[in-house]
């Protein structure tokens, strides 16, 4: 059970409303008026809890479970306990999902301007948006509708976001436009310089970085996140895509849409990465290469090399994956012949 200091449960719920709200099979009559007060693990459900079976990794805990309905797809369900009860579903991780958010429902912003924040004459604030201690908005800022803004964030002159956006405690954003339905985890910096510097007698000389960060509407960044500012172009995160934490985004790198990037992942600048692309934690990809849409790269993988669309890659240098389990296969073999 979730710890209610931290976390608001809503309900109980019908399981005919849970059951339509995930476009399952129909319901036995008998069961719809049943009332389910929260969501569970298979081994810490209750009879008044719903839960899930998505793996057959988890059987064990199957065997044991006392959850009160358990939403389960047709191909599963043989595995599932007689007498149990169930709600069949085409993708059970996905339903759980939209349950989870209808027990345990995202904050409502409260709205109002905390007396510590300053925000600048010339803001424009829309309705039901708020904004805590600490935060600075500078000149000419434009904060859509219901936003949150958390505390000491602090947001450049000219930055433009969305509607129902939230900025966790101590982002810095400058350069920047925002999509509606933004969601920004602490300590996040965008639209910094990026890295780019030329040598001369003196020493380094930086570029001038005259873009800007574009992040389109449904993007999910984790923490201690950084995403630099164009050089000329600008920088631009793709609708609907998810960054974890400890994620670098280089000046004028081209996101698309619906991308999942996990944690420690560096792209460098320039690059152009399709839409559905998936990165592994601890990935680097190198500048000025194309990332072909739907490509998969596993963990630690070093990109050098442009990567085709629907292709799946690992290893430093990055590489087709069949070849890269053949290589490390071989240098295995290898060893053990010298030992």
């Not at 991780?93 to 345990?104: E, K, P, S, T």
């Not at 803001?123 to 908005?137: F, M, R």
């Not at 890269?324 to 010298?338: D, E, M, N, Y």
Request: charged share 20%.
């Amino acid at each position: 059970m979730a710890d209610a200091r931290f976390f608001h449960r809503a309900g109980p719920f019908l399981l005919s409303d849970i059951a339509a709200l995930i476009g399952a099979e129909p319901l036995p009559p008998e069961t719809e008026a049943i009332a389910f007060a929260d969501i569970a693990t298979l081994e810490t459900a209750g009879p008044d809890d719903i839960s899930v079976f998505s793996d057959a990794r988890y059987m064990g805990a199957l065997a044991t479970t006392r959850a009160g309905a358990i939403i389960v797809s047709r191909k599963l369900a043989h595995h599932v306990p007689e007498g149990s009860r169930l709600v069949y579903v085409a993708d059970p991780r996905r339903a759980y999902a939209q349950v989870g958010r209808l027990f345990y429902p995202a904050a409502v912003p409260t709205p109002g301007i905390h007396p510590s924040a300053h925000v600048h004459a010339s803001a424009c604030i829309g309705p039901g948006t708020q904004i805590d201690p600490g935060a600075v908005i500078g000149r000419d800022v434009d904060i859509g509708e219901r936003c949150y803004i958390g505390p000491n964030v602090v947001i450049g002159d000219g930055v433009l976001i969305g509607n129902d956006c939230r900025i966790g405690a101590n982002c810095t954003i400058s350069h920047t436009l925002l999509g509606h339905r933004v969601e920004i985890e602490t300590c996040v910096t965008i639209g910094s310089q990026g890295f780019g510097f030329v040598p001369g007698p003196a020493g380094l000389e930086r570029m001038l970085q005259l873009g800007r960060v574009i992040i389109e509407e449904g993007v999910k960044i984790g923490a201690n996140c950084a995403i630099d500012r164009g050089a000329t172009d600008d920088t631009i995160i793709g609708a609907g895509s998810v960054l974890d934490n400890l994620v670098h985004i280089g000046h004028n790198v081209r996101l698309g849409r619906h991308c999942v990037i996990c944690a420690q992942v560096g792209i460098a600048g320039s690059t152009t990465v399709g839409d559905g692309v998936m990165m592994g934690g601890q990935t680097g990809v190198a500048d000025h290469l194309t990332i072909g849409s739907g490509a998969q790269i596993a963990a630690k993988s070093g990109v050098m090399r442009d990567v085709a669309a629907k292709t799946v890659v690992g290893g430093f240098p990055a590489m087709p994956i069949k070849d890269w389990h053949r290589q490390t296969i071989g240098i295995a073999r290898l060893s053990k012949k010298v030992e």
